[in-house]
């Protein structure tokens, strides 16, 4: 069989014509088309990347500012409840506080109205006990009250002992003022020359006295000079039954004893 060299070489070159065509318009634009592809695909993965590396990132901000706001919330919720509970401390001081000054201030008015009770008690019976004692003198004795206080005052001042006669008579000498006798009402001109006389004679001097009235000195008498001095008054025996009536109060009862 005789080979057809020129067929042969035509069909060559119509084989590589083909297939440079083929390179040219087909396979280098699929190449093309595919390296793009892989390309597009890759900057896709590229950008999902990093935007999931920015999610992850601002996730982890997101958590970390949540940390630190509740931390804040914390910490302001902690200084909210101290602050809440010093004021509410405070407050409970302040009501205790009032509460106290106010049971103070209570006891105050009460000790107060119980002592101005009592001095009204004890001004009453004094005055009672001043008018019975006149009323009684005056029927029995046929002499006045006043008679009498200056003699038991006379006798009192006999009747002191040495350490205080000294002394008040050493104030009743060296004072330059005349000595101070005080009683409840003005004692008559009688009564002054009574005890004028008694005071003479039981301090032995020629002392000079000045007479006062003193509401207070009920039914007595009290002499005074440089800073010493004497009294004698209903008011100390009151004062005595007083003490004792006190203490009858304060002693407990005895039970009555059931008849058998």
Known sequence: MLIDW??????????LIL?????????QPVLQAIDAREKRIAAQIADATAKEAKATQEKE???????DFEKQRNEMLGKAADEAKAERQRLLDEARKAAD???????????????NLHESIVRRTQAEVFAIARKTLTDLAGVSLEER?????????QALDSAARGRLAA??????????????????TAQ???????????????IHLRFETAPEIVSGIEISAGGQKATWSIADYLSSLEQGVDELLAKPTAPAQTPA
């Open 61 to 67: 901000e997101f958590q970390r500012k949540n940390a």
């Open 171 to 188: 104030a009743l000498k060296q004072s330059v003022e005349p000595a101070l006798i005080r009683s409840a009402y003005e004692l008559p």
């Open 6 to 15: 020129f067929t042969v070489g035509a069909q060559a070159l119509n084989f």
């Open 149 to 157: 206080m200056a003699a038991v005052f006379a006798s009192q001042l």
């Open 192 to 206: 002054r020359a009574v005890l004028q006389q008694a005071i003479n004679i039981t301090f032995s001097a020629d």
């Open 101 to 115: 000054a106010l049971s103070a201030k209570r006891d105050e008015l009460l000790r107060s109205d119980a002592k």
């Open 19 to 27: 297939v440079w065509l083929m390179k040219r318009y087909l396979y």
